[in-house]
């Protein structure tokens, strides 16, 4: 084996105190440093409402919506916020994300203060199997809020443990903050329509697979959405809108239902088994999202029954 | 457990702890123990297959050293050979033999029924088998001595540091080690925990951070345009760079603060101005281990130009196909055995590298040589022969848009202070730059590594890439 020169065999004259003493300033200057680094990456992400999710939600906890919509992509691009505001009279928020189900509701939610003036929050229904996992995306939120804090770490000491770190938990913000301080644009948020018009007919039939185990987490994960909502004084309304596709596992659609029935929540079903327009493949731009004319007719939809199921006045 | 878990931090704490509280004996005990937790912590089923494998080349160790007659150590050495080969032809490459004689008889028109088992590979399989098999040849050349207490043999062939990805160590150098106290030296530890950071770095903020746009790009291929797959190519082979690397920085690192002395494995190689000096610095350990157990019985350059040039191609067939079982890694292998063929052919190279005098020759040497090596990662990365040969049409065409994704940009940073670092220390080992500074320099360093660990480290912990092979 040739002879290779490492650091071992390089002259590192080192005594143990001299060791520790290293290792005792290197711990020191860590702590420091990531404490006065990531308070400055903290400052600089709460000030950021032009890029990226994290721009997204900073930009919502300033706004103090009176009704919050929210859900996954489904949310994002078929309800009009706009037309169910001129419709209520109310601040009406849309904070759909792609990809995101009850966790981060519940995580998001936590965020908006004790005295905010919410009324409805109306939930799309929404499932992912990572979702505890993707939770991850608002790590920068750590220590806001008890329910927040448990939601991120779900009680698991690594996670507590990594997210002691405050540049940990400003981690992946480096590209959202750089372009918030270059080009303060706001990005587009909220509703987001979506152009084109499906032309693939028939639809393909996606086959999701069962996911009975996932289903008293969920459970557990609705009753705490619904019970944040109303510690709140506000109501909580469940929708669901159309898909050409199977969208969730049936153990999780009737989850959704079954929880929603015994605690009372309204549940709007916007689907094409309930709505025969909702089948036009005309209205859809993929097999999952509304186009423009879907969303607009949804909204339209949505706004008459919530009048109905849950009916908000704002001053 | 990876390395850059939390799980391996307090896993590792634990053992570093106990461990210079042992006497030697005990402490082979006490790191045989984590060894077998740790590669069990993977799958415990293939535990068995660990102690099998050893087991066989531990008893062939004690009958070829016992014995004086050639042909019975002859016998037990081809036991061993022939046991291990089985081992690795069954779980890496049975599929790829059956699907690639299938290939064959289609071709020829004839009927065949297509058939495959769903073997697992074992992880780190090709490591720890090549390390067993070293001790056995070794034996009988009588270049190392007999292990004759089994716990110290098992340990040899499990030491939980470089068992998944490396450095694949020889007898000679290893197991004297672990046959002799060791001494825990101040120097050792704080040069060994440097190294772990610094391959964190590599690992976390280089290798992880550009995963997600090389599987982006490379798992799609045809959507992608020519100057993608370019920008794709380049950064694959500083993930694969630092993926690697960076898991041979911590596992030295490692056995360092544990007092035992592992083989450098990488030495800035993209610096290489020939493709003969990229492999006397990339994977060293696997480029010296066919050098002697291949190269040198295929009759090294000790049989003409001809013979010696028919030698490195075998080689790096060879060495192509013990990456993987795939057509791609062969073809990759087939490249730089004739990246080394042209060299010697048209005299590029001495012994020291590359034939190039002043800065201007050696920058444009590198540069050739880093492309080279990239043009052959094409092969290396892509998913079967025919997206690789769509790549290479691509990125001919020149022509097309750039695909971006914002997620690389603590990606490309961190890309930024490795060159720095590399270029600093170039061609050592990178914890220098930590080690020979004074006090306070070392500190702030070391606490700028981490912030990057911290701050642009990729939350999505992947596998290391070579724990497939």
Same mark, same amino acid.
């Given at each position: ?23 005792? %300033?290197?711990? +020191? *200057?860590?702590?420091?440093?990531? =404490? ?6 903290? $400052? &600089?992400? @709460?000030? #950021? ?98 329910? %927040?804090?448990? +939601? *991120?770490?779900?009680?698991?000491? =690594? ?6 770190? $405050? &540049?940990? @938990?400003? #981690? ?117 999202? &509304?186009? @423009? ?23 | ?469």
């Amino acid at each position: 084996v040739p002879s290779q020169a490492t650091a071992a065999d390089a002259p590192v004259a080192l005594t143990w105190p001299k060791v520790w003493r290293r290792v005792g %300033l290197f711990l +020191l *200057l860590a702590v420091a440093a990531d =404490r006065l680094l990531g308070g400055i990456a903290g $400052v &600089l992400a @709460r000030r #950021n409402v032009s890029a990226g999710r994290a721009g997204e939600e900073n930009a919502l906890l300033r706004q103090e919506p009176e009704i919050l919509l929210l859900g996954s992509s489904h949310a994002k691009h078929h309800y009009d916020d706009s037309l169910l505001a001129a419709r209520t009279g109310c601040v009406v928020r849309n904070a759909g994300a792609d990809g995101t189900g009850v966790l981060y509701a519940r995580a998001l939610l936590s965020l908006l203060p004790d005295s905010s003036r919410l009324k409805l929050v109306v939930w799309e229904v929404s499932w992912f199997r990572t979702e505890e996992k993707d939770l991850h995306i608002i790590d920068y939120f750590y220590g806001r809020s008890r329910l %927040l804090d448990s +939601l *991120l770490t779900g009680n698991d000491w =690594r996670s507590t443990l990594k997210l002691g770190s $405050v &540049l940990y @938990r400003h #981690n992946g913000l480096v590209g959202p903050v750089v372009r918030s301080l270059v080009r303060n644009d706001p990005a587009p948020w909220g509703f987001q329509p979506l152009d084109g018009v499906l032309t693939s007919v028939p639809v393909p039939q996606r086959r999701l697979a069962p996911a009975a185990e996932a289903s008293p987490w969920l459970a557990g994960q609705l009753a705490g959405l619904i019970a944040d909502v109303r510690r709140r004084g506000a109501q909580v309304v469940f929708t669901q809108g159309p898909s050409l596709e199977q969208s969730f596992p049936p153990a999780i659609d009737s989850t959704f239902r079954s929880v929603a029935r015994s605690e009372g929540v309204p549940w709007i079903a916007l689907t094409g088994a309930e709505e025969s327009r909702f089948r036009d493949p005309a209205l859809f731009r993929d097999p999952a999202h &509304l186009n @423009r004319a879907g969303a607009a007719l949804i909204s339209g939809m949505l706004a008459t029954r919530l009048a109905q199921v849950a009916p908000v006045s704002c001053p | 457990m990876l390395f850059n878990s939390i799980e391996f931090l307090v896993f590792f704490i634990v053992v570093a702890a106990v461990y210079p509280l042992l006497d030697y004996r005990r402490q082979n005990l006490w790191l045989l123990i984590a060894s077998y937790f740790f590669y069990g912590s993977w799958n415990w089923r293939f535990l068995l297959l660990l102690f099998a494998s050893a087991l066989v080349d531990y008893t062939v160790g004690l009958q070829i050293a016992r014995s004086d007659r050639e042909r019975t150590r002859r016998a037990w050495l081809a036991v061993s050979i022939a046991f291990n080969l089985s081992v690795l032809a069954y779980f890496k490459y049975l599929n790829f033999f059956l699907a690639s004689a299938t290939a064959l008889v289609q071709a020829l028109g004839l009927p065949v029924q297509t058939n495959t088992l769903q073997i697992i590979l074992p992880a780190g399989i090709s490591f720890f088998l090549f390390q067993s098999m070293s001790y056995a040849i070794d034996l009988y050349r009588r270049q190392t001595r007999v292990i004759e207490y089994l716990p110290d043999y098992l340990l040899y062939t499990s030491f939980f540091p470089n068992m998944l990805a490396g450095p694949i160590e020889r007898p000679s150098h290893l197991s004297g080690q672990l046959r002799a106290p060791r001494v825990v030296t101040p120097g050792g530890v704080y040069s060994g925990l440097a190294l772990v950071l610094w391959g964190l770095f590599k690992k976390v903020c280089v290798a992880d951070n550009l995963a997600g746009y090389v599987n982006a790009v490379y798992g799609n291929v045809p959507h992608h345009s020519g100057p993608t797959l370019v920008a794709a190519t380049y950064l694959f082979a500083f993930q694969i760079y630092c993926d690697f690397s960076g898991y041979s920085d911590m596992a030295i690192g490692m056995a360092r603060i544990l007092g035992i002395d592992l083989i450098t494995n990488f030495r800035t190689p993209y610096f290489s101005r020939s493709i003969q000096e990229f492999w006397h610095r990339w994977h060293i350990s696997l480029s010296t281990w066919f050098r002697d157990y291949v190269y040198f019985p295929l009759g090294g350059n000790r049989g003409g130009a001809a013979r010696t040039l028919v030698n490195i191609m075998i080689v790096f067939l060879v060495s192509g196909l013990w990456h993987g079982a795939n057509w791609t890694f062969v073809v990759w292998g087939g490249l730089h055995g004739s990246y080394l063929i042209l060299e010697r052919v048209l005299g590029l190279v001495n012994a020291d590298g590359a034939r190039t005098r002043g800065p201007v020759s050696r920058a444009l040497a590198t540069l050739v040589t880093f492309n080279l090596v990239c043009l052959a990662w094409i092969f290396f990365r892509s998913n079967d022969v025919s997206d690789a040969w769509l790549v290479l049409q691509r990125i001919a065409s020149v022509s097309g848009p750039v695909f971006w994704d914002p997620s690389l940009v603590p990606g490309l940073l961190s890309l930024v202070i490795l060159f720095a670092v590399e270029a600093l220390v170039e061609p050592e080992s990178p914890d220098l730059i930590f080690v020979r500074r004074p006090p306070v320099v070392q500190g702030i360093l070391a606490v700028s590594v981490l912030v990057c660990v911290l701050f642009l480290g990729s939350k999505a912990s992947a596998q290391f890439i070579y724990f497939q092979f």
